[in-house]
Each structure stands twice: as C-alpha cells, then as structure tokens.
C-alpha cells in the first residue's frame, strides 16, 4: 500500500470508538478485593475442581498471600482445566462478587504468567461495542493495526475539518484525537472520560455531529429542489375558517401561522416543524394552513400515528370544516373495503380536499390528484425518510407539497434546531386561557382503594376520570387483559357508575363509540391503554390515574397527563407505583410532580434518559450517536450549524468523507424500521 492512502478496513477500525474504559494499569492485592470491584489480581491456583450443584461449573481457587479468590466458569474445556492445574500463576481481570463461598469472579479474563513480572497495561484498556462473533480481543487488534498503520502514514486518515475550525475551537488534530480514545495515557481519570470533555473526545464529537448536521441539511436541500408552487388562497378559505372559530388564536398560536402562511406563499416547499407543550393548539394552526391549500384548489393529508388519533383529527376537522363546505375523508387500514374503495376514487379523482389518515396513506394504491399540503402529527413516530415519500407521493405537473409537522414533544430549541436540521423550527409558547394547572400526585399501588374513593367522588360531583394501564414491557394482547380486568374491578367498586373501556385491539367502531360516549358524558370513567396519549379532548375529565408510572418516561406520562386539565375545573393525575422505586425512577416521578411546563421535563428527560428516548430512534441518525451526546455537547451545537452551513454553501469536498465516515451509506440514514 502507498502512504497516503486508505484502507476501508483500517478506517472502519480507527472509527470503532470504545463505549467506556477499563483501569488495569496497576494489581489489587486479593485480600483488598471488594465486592462489586473489577479489577486485575494475580495469584497461584490452589485448587481447580469441576463441580455439579444447580449447574455444571468449573471452580478455580486464586491466592497470592493476602487472600483468595474463586475464579467460576460455566462454559470451559477439558483442555482449559488441565491448563488451570494447581500451582499456575494467573493474571486475572473481572468483577469481584459474593458467591457461595466468598468473593467470586464469574467468567474472569485471565492469562498464564511466569515467575518473573510481566509488565501491566501501559493505558487505560478501551471497551468496544461488539457485533455477533466479535469478541474485545479481536477488535483491540484490529484497532491497534490500524493505529500503527496511521503512525506510519501507510493508512491516511484524512483531517476532514476546515483548519480555521479546528484552531477556532483549539482541537488536535484528527491522528491525536483518535490516538488519545483508543488508548487513554496513564493516569487519565475514568471519570474525566465518562464526562467526554478532553479535548481529543471533543474532536470527534464535534466531527460526528457535523457530519448528521449535514446530511439532515443535505436532505432539506432535496426535498427543497423542487417547486412547490404558493398557496394564495384566491378563495379566502383560511378567512372564512378563522372568522368561524368560537374562540381567538393565542399570540403564540398567530406568530407561528404567519410563519407558516409565509412559508405557503412561497414556491420552495414548506419543512417546518411546529411543536408545543400539551393543550397549546397546534391543531387549529394546521386546519389553518389546511384551509388556505384547499382555498388555493389543492388536496391536503393529515397523517397521524395511530388510528384512534387519526378518527379524533377526523371528527374535529369535520366539525370545523362542514358548515365551510369542506369534505373531509378518512382512510385507514381498518376501512370496510367498499368505504375504502369509494374514498380512494374520490382522493384520485380531486373530490375529496382533505383526507385524514394513518400510515394507509403511503401505500400502495393511494393516489391524489393534487396534494399541496402534507400535515404529519406526531412527528418523532415516523422516520425522515417518509418525508422524502411524502415529497414522492403528493408529486403533481412538477410540483412537490409542503409539509407541516407537528409534534407536543416539546424539545429545546438547540437540541431541536440540530435533530430537526432538515425543518425550520416554530414553537408555540402559550397555552390558550382558561387552562387551570394540573395537580400531581405519586401514590404508591398499596394505596389504590384511596384512589378509587377518590374517583367515586369526583364522579358523583359530576366530573369524569381516566384510568390509564400502560404496562409498558408486556405484549399487546397482555395489556389489552390487563385493560379489560381493570375495568371489570373498577365497573364493580363503583356501584351507579358507568365504566367504559378502550384499547389497541378493539374494532375501530367499538373505539370510536366508547371515545364519544365518555366524550358526551354518558360514561363516568374509562379504562384505557395508552391510546389515549394523544388527541383525546374531554374538558369535564379532571382525574388521570396511571399505573406503573415509574415504568414511563416523561415525555409519555406529560402527555397522557396533558387530557385532563382541559376545563375550568381543578384536574389532578395521580401516578400509580409499585416498591421498590429505582433512583432514576424516582427521579423521574419527582419530576413530573414538581412541573407542568413541558419543556422543562423535556429538559429532565433529556438528562435522565437521553435523547434517543424523547426522539424516538427512528427519527433520526442522532439518535445513534457514537461519541456526542446532544446534552454534553450542546455548547458546541452552534459551530457546529455555522459550519455545516458554510461547507454546503461552498459545495465542500469534505462533505461526503465525512458523512461516509460517520453515517455510511445515504439509503441507511433515517431510514424507518
């Protein structure tokens, strides 16, 4: 191989990046050994037997003097217990634990060594993220070869960032950096590491964020390549829409529309996200815009995640859209076949204008004649690429449609700006008047008979109440049991009270009516599965009950929190949970209590679990970040932005390097599982 060139292999190498590191730089003596330790012990086999209690294991007694350990393995070979045999000198790595007989390591790294001593670890040991039939050894040496190749300069690992970024944010140079992650020198502190602030670990976080920042750019660009032909609304439907509204916008609802209207009156296409805490009327925007495409002769779609929320959109869209002389269609996947047939040919022949649906709409089959306006709800739940299908799907006479996605996930701005690079950002900031806070409360699960009191007596003042049973890690037809027994126990604790119930597996029919019959207050409570999360607007509801809340993230238990409180009414949630609470779920809890502001649990959540949680992994490569964490490294999100906006104005050449090296190939970017 010539120097400066590259080896595919040797570059996949240098760009594996340990999850964490492992000190075995120095011996802890055995006798010193504690519990829960892992750490590097020498010593001389005293006694190797294989024994036969629950299992089959091979037991290896270590002393060195100061103690002993048992060495424990459940998978070995005759061959590994001959070379075990009493008197061997061992160097051991593991982590100590209690076992039936004293301190234990289970499975122990270990090798043979001789009399004279044999030099430590001269750095810190990298653990690497293994796929199946890798093992750590493997990959150390693949690792290892790769960075000898790039000493040598037989392997050139180009530094792809612009010099006057690199010296801008004092960074080492790509060789150094890397040098640095897979072999921490000596007396570089696990900590130091974990927290990822050296200035070798910035390097490549910064890279790695450019290079998503990037693509998500570049797909923008895409989807803004073709026209997309300005809304004008010659017919004054958005007008006639707002004129007939029995309530007035909020400031907060009316800046983002005229960003919005903006946006339509142009001919690239619209990308802009809207989202918004809880209750905050972001609907209402999107039918805004929805009667302005109509106005203007075009077709719109509202896609929504599930079909529950889907038939919600439906039933208010028709409330607002009928006295204007607006159709409004539904198609899911549920249809009965001849109302799915006669709404298919009526989006394909244009008589339909707007058309509310679920994920049916992307299927084949599915034409519009001429869709102008996309609304995609919920957007965290759909990957970027159904945007690029959207784009393909609404194509008309060389004309592409906006898209307008909303989402109640409120996220900080910054972190929204950069996971969001590809859509322009509005937030509504403001709940509409009248909102009264939600009050909560966390009640442990031995106290559900308080609870259900508490449900009695709001019903008898007339009011209504939520029963939530997420049961979060079980299957669906396991919750669904679940939802069904609640409801049998709560119908029978509540004599006079009418108990509804609905859930994932029921017919959409038998949905709908239960969701119109607590709607109308001709049911008291329902018992609910977490369907309900979204959509649902019952102002006279002012109780939430939710079991196994310590099981949810915030983000989930804010919104289903979200459908109480809708009144003039005091609501109150009450959070179910069973002992022993973990430290994050108690944290977790604590913090839904103490706030109502959604993007301040976003924030928590964010800390707590990590982005992938609030943005769902689908929604983006971020989610999947190898070394940057969008929290820790939020201080560099905004250089990150300015460069990636100046390599795309000057068309780079550094640019496909470097999403080639940190996303791979473009069909895997995005892409919806």
């Keep these: 191989m010539h120097p400066g060139t590259v080896n595919v292999e040797l570059d996949d190498a240098l760009f594996t990046l340990p999850s964490r590191y492992e000190d075995r730089t120095q011996v802890t003596p055995i006798g010193a050994l504690l519990s829960g330790q892992r750490a590097v012990i020498e010593g001389q086999v005293q006694l190797t037997e294989v024994v036969y209690r629950r299992r089959r294991a091979l037991l290896v007694r270590l002393s060195d003097g100061s103690g002993f350990v048992n060495l424990r393995f459940f998978y070995f070979s005759q061959a590994q217990v001959q070379g075990l045999a009493r008197g061997t000198q061992l160097r051991c790595f593991g982590e100590a634990r209690r076992g039936p007989m004293g301190l234990e390591i289970v499975h122990p ?9 044999e030099p430590l670890e001269a750095a810190l040991t990298p653990i690497y993220p293994l796929t199946e039939g890798a093992t750590q050894g493997r990959v150390r ?65 910064f890279e790695e964020l450019l290079a998503h920042q990037l693509s998500l750019q570049q797909l923008k660009q895409l989807i803004q390549s073709d026209p997309a032909g300005p809304l004008a609304d010659p ?91 607006v159709t409004v269609g539904l198609l899911t996947g ?16 244009g008589e339909l204008p707007l058309i509310v649906g679920t994920h049916a709409l992307f299927q084949e089959g599915v034409e519009l004649a001429h869709l102008r306006l996309a609304i995609v709800d919920e957007q965290h739940r759909f990957g ?25 996930t409120p996220i900080p701005r910054t972190l929204a700006m950069t996971a969001y690079a590809d859509l322009d950002v509005s937030v509504i900031d403001e709940l509409p008047p009248g909102r009264t806070p939600v009050q909560t409360v966390v009640i442990a699960e031995e106290k559900r008979a308080g609870v259900v009191a508490r449900i009695h007596a709001a019903c008898n003042e007339g009011r209504q109440a939520y029963w939530v049973c997420p049961l979060i890690d079980e299957s669906e037809e396991l919750r669904c049991q679940a939802a069904e027994e609640t409801a049998v126990t709560l119908a ?39 369907v309900i999360e979204v959509g649902v607007d019952v102002p006279n509801a002012s109780l939430m009950v939710i079991e196994n809340a310590e099981r949810m993230g915030l983000a989930q238990l804010h919104q289903l929190r979200g459908r109480v409180g809708r009144g003039a009414a005091q609501s109150s949630c009450v959070l179910l949970y069973r002992s022993p609470l973990s430290p994050l779920a108690r944290a977790r809890l604590a913090t839904i209590r103490d706030s109502n502001d959604g993007f301040e649990i976003a924030r928590r959540d964010l800390e707590l679990r990590g982005p992938g949680e609030l943005l769902g992994t689908r929604q983006t490569g971020l989610a999947e970040l190898r070394v940057a964490d969008l929290i820790r490294d939020a201080d560099l999100l905004p250089q990150v932005r300015d460069t990636a906006t100046q390599l795309l104005r000057e068309n780079s050449p550094c640019i496909e390097p470097l999403r080639r090296r940190w996303i791979g190939g473009a069909e895997e970017y995005g892409r919806v599982g």
């Design 141 to 205: 040496q693949r690792v290892d070869r790769a960075l000898r190749a790039l000493r040598s300069g037989e392997q050139d690992s180009a530094d792809l960032l612009p010099e006057h970024v690199v010296q801008a944010l004092q960074l080492p140079t790509l060789r150094d950096a890397l040098q640095f992650v897979h072999h921490p020198p000596v007396g570089t502190r696990l900590e130091d590491l974990a927290a990822a602030r050296n200035p070798a670990q910035q390097r490549l976080a």
């Design 235 to 325: 017919a004054g439907l958005e007008s006639r829409f707002m004129a007939a509204l029995p309530f007035k916008l909020t400031g907060a609802q009316q800046r983002v529309l005229t960003e919005v209207d903006h946006d339509l009156a142009g001919n690239r296409p619209m990308m802009r996200l809207v989202q918004g805490d809880v209750g905050c009327g972001k609907t209402v925007v999107a039918a805004a815009a929805a009667a302005r495409a109509i106005g203007s002769g075009g077709q719109v779609v509202l896609m929504a995640p599930t079909e529950l929320l889907a038939e919600q959109h439906f039933r208010s869209l028709q409330a607002w859209f009928a006295p204007l002389g």
């Design 384 to 408: 970027v690429q159904q945007r690029m299908q959207l784009k393909d799907k609404g194509r008309h006479e060389g004309l592409v449609p906006h898209q307008l996605i909303m989402t109640a």
């Design 492 to 530: 029978a604790a509540l004599p006079g009270i009418t108990v509804d119930l609905v859930h994932g597996r029921m017919p959409p029919r038998d949905k709908a009516r239960a969701m119109q019959a607590f709607k109308a207050g001709r049911s008291q409570v329902l018992v609910a599965t977490t």
């Design 334 to 349: 549920s249809l009965p076949a001849r109302t799915r047939r006669s709404t298919l040919a009526a989006a394909a022949s």
């Design 109 to 117: 790294e270990y090798r043979r060594i001789g009399a004279v001593a």
